[in-house]
């Protein structure tokens, strides 16, 4: 998973200043492929293990901090029984094979997402893996597994009330209010989530980061996931640097006429 590992001299260059300090994939189209192809779904899932190698090389060649990718929803949790036993199986299988190599590249992982649903063998692996590479600093890699972003709102405003509760809070100023709201995010303390990336053609967020894709710019593509490769991953961030933030601002162009 080395950062280096291909050559990419024709890869476009990219200003520095216009990357996404937050990209969140939604990984879509692994059954679809297998599906192509007469094969297992499963084995859909498996390929798009490639894919996650190539997506984290690439982010760490491009510098960029941080990258969620969605492994498991809650909805997922409605599957097949078989196929909910191999995505966990893949997950750990994955997590045990390539922590070693994420960690000599200076890769944290974190994890976000209902633990509680998870058997407790998966949580011990998953708070190993965050406990190991806690120090590491060139990129985070957040993976959302049991997560749904209906969930993540709704734990926030829990916990937000219990705590007004406690102690009351200055909730009529809007600013302490969505400052003390998002500290009960999964993702609290992180960046929001610049671009939102999606590949196999369907075109919704599918109740991912809702609160911190507010303003993200989103990047819908045909590609099925076992496709998505580093050359797909560069595509997006020079179309991302392409973009006029703006905000709900009008551009300065606009705004001087």
């Known amino acids: 998973m080395r950062a280096d590992s291909h050559d990419h001299d024709t890869a476009p260059e990219i200003d520095p200043a216009r990357l996404p300090r937050h990209v969140a994939i939604v ?14 779904r499963t084995v859909g899932h498996q390929r798009g293990r490639r894919a996650v190698r190539a997506t984290i090389r690439a982010a760490m060649r491009r510098g960029v901090p941080l990258l969620t990718l969605f492994a498991f929803s809650s909805e997922n949790w409605k599957r097949p029984v078989d196929e909910v036993d191999a995505l966990m199986k893949l997950f750990i299988n994955a997590l045990e094979k390539e922590l070693d190599e994420l960690d000599e590249n200076g890769v944290r992982l974190t994890f976000i997402g209902e633990r509680s649903r998870l ?3 998966v949580r011990r692996l998953m708070e190993a893996a965050e406990a ?3 120090g590491n600093d060139r990129l985070q890699l957040q993976i959302a597994v049991s997560y749904g972003g ?7 405003a829990r916990q937000l009330a219990e ?5 009351p809070l200055a909730l ?6 969505h400052s003390a709201f998002e500290t009960g995010l999964a993702t609290a303390g992180q960046p929001p989530v610049d671009l939102f990336i999606r590949t196999g053609g369907e075109r919704r967020l599918s109740n991912f980061l ?6 993200a710019e989103l990047y819908f593509i045909d590609v099925l996931w076992p496709l998505f490769d580093e050359s797909e991953f560069d595509r997006a961030l020079t179309w991302f640097a392409g973009r006029e933030r703006r905000f709900g601002r009008v551009d300065s162009n606009e705004a001087n006429q």
């Open 119 to 121: 058997d407790a063998s």
């Open 172 to 177: 009529d100023d809007p600013e302490t209010l």
């Open 163 to 167: 705590r007004h509760a406690r102690s």
């Open 27 to 40: 990984m879509d189209g692994n059954g679809r492929w297998a599906r192509a192809r007469h094969l297992p």
């Open 132 to 134: 190991r590479t806690a």
């Open 210 to 215: 809702l609160w911190q894709a507010a303003y």
């Open 150 to 156: 209906q969930w993540d709102i709704l734990q926030a």
